[in-house]
């Protein structure tokens, strides 16, 4: 059985920094790109990053490039989202999420996890 | 970026009716668009890819169809458990952009 456990949210101050983690099991974490999407209270989905499976390549939306950094440790099973600078505006639940396996270059998403809750506040 | 508009934001819907969900791209996106359905306090699940290919265990009452701009999800005989937040996402090329999202409810 696929799951996702994303961690590492938290209440964090306008400027500081955060880095998420999520931990997979049940496939081949290294066979996969991985996502992050964020969902602030009440909103919709935003689509934040996605990592290829062996790390060589990323991707980010404008709203957090140069402030948000993907990366994957395919020997521990893990993804990651180290934030920093972070705003008001990156308050959500942030989901960790799997590429379908088989979709080639294109990147749509079949198991995700249950989130984990950034509030950036003072 | 690719802007994805849905339409309606709320729709309302009798249970066993039929629901029709519009999604439109801003500049083509081909057939590459995913559907995906989001109960109040879970995660999203993969409901269609390719436009019209069903996920993994994805019920036949799901249908979708489009190209290009102009994209639609469908719900026949709607049960009580469809009732969610349903949204459209282009993976045509970066970056993936995803609707805002249409709320099906029971009228």
């Known amino acids: 059985e696929v799951q996702l456990l994303e961690s590492g949210g938290d209440l964090v101050q306008p400027g500081g920094s955060l880095r998420l983690s999520c931990a997979a099991s049940?496939?081949?974490?290294?066979?996969?790109?991985m996502t992050w999407v964020r969902q602030a209270p009440g909103k919709g989905l935003e689509w934040v990053s996605s990592?290829?499976?062996?790390?060589?390549?990323?991707h980010y939306a404008d709203s957090v490039r140069g402030r948000f950094t993907v990366s994957r440790d395919n020997s521990k099973n893990t993804l990651f989202l180290q934030m920093s600078s972070l705003r008001a505006e990156d308050t959500a639940v942030y989901f960790c999420?799997?590429?379908?396996?088989?979709?080639?270059?294109?990147?749509?998403?079949?198991?995700w996890g249950q989130g984990t809750l950034v509030t950036v506040s003072s | 970026e690719v802007v994805m508009t849905q339409s309606p934001g709320t729709l309302s819907v009798s249970p066993g009716e039929r629901a029709t969900l519009s999604c439109r791209a801003s500049q083509s996106v081909s057939t590459n668009l995913a559907w995906y359905q989001q109960k109040p306090g879970q995660a999203p699940r993969l409901l269609i890819y390719g436009t019209s290919t069903r996920a993994t265990a994805i019920p036949a009452r799901f249908s979708g169809s489009g190209s290009g701009t102009e994209f639609t999800l469908t719900i026949t005989s709607l049960q009580s458990e469809d009732f969610a937040v349903y949204y459209c996402q282009q993976y045509n090329e970066w970056p993936i952009t995803i609707g805002q999202g249409t709320r099906l409810e029971i009228k």
């Open positions: 049940g496939f081949t974490f290294s066979s996969d790109a």
């Open positions: 999420a799997k590429k379908v396996s088989d979709s080639g270059a294109y990147y749509f998403f079949d198991y």
């Open positions: 990592i290829s499976y062996n790390g060589d390549h990323t």
